[in-house]
Nanobody
Framework: QVQLVESGGGLVQDGGSLRLSCAAS????????MGWFRQAPGKEREFVAA????????YYADSVKGRFTISRDNAKNTVYLQMNSLKPEDTAVYYC??????????????WGQGTQVTVSS
């Protein structure tokens, strides 16, 4: 079992930056692919970014490529999402996920409770 707790969300202006963190419990953290997803009001949850267990491979949705960076620190059992050049359409609840997944955008086993990101225009 892995428990995930997100933090770092908040209110930011258009063009601003935020860094989300996801702290994981459990000794198997470093064996999991970690992902970030988001869900805006009235929309389905969508994939944002993922990182392989060792951090060598990263994956991004086209909508965030070049603006967001995912990273992880296995010694701290933490994954990060650095979000730059934020836009109002990035407003959503952001979720951290963990799993032994074959594809970076699906099949995660564990989910956090989410953290709200609001970008004002």
């Amino acid at each position: 079992q892995v428990q995930l707790v997100e933090s770092g969300g908040g209110l930011v202006q258009d063009g601003g930056s935020l860094r989300l963190s996801c702290a994981a419990s459990g000794r198997t953290f470093k064996s999991y692919v970690m992902g970030w997803f988001r869900q805006a009001p009235g929309k389905e949850r969508e994939f944002v970014a993922a990182i392989s267990w060792g951090g060598a491979s990263t994956y991004y949705a086209d909508s965030v490529k070049g603006r967001f960076t995912i990273s992880r620190d296995n010694a701290k059992n933490t994954v990060y999402l650095q979000m730059n050049s934020l836009k109002p359409e990035d407003t959503a609840v952001y979720y951290c996920a963990a799993g032994a997944v074959a594809a970076p955008s699906t099949g995660y086993d564990f989910w956090g409770q989410g953290t709200q990101v609001t970008v004002s225009s």
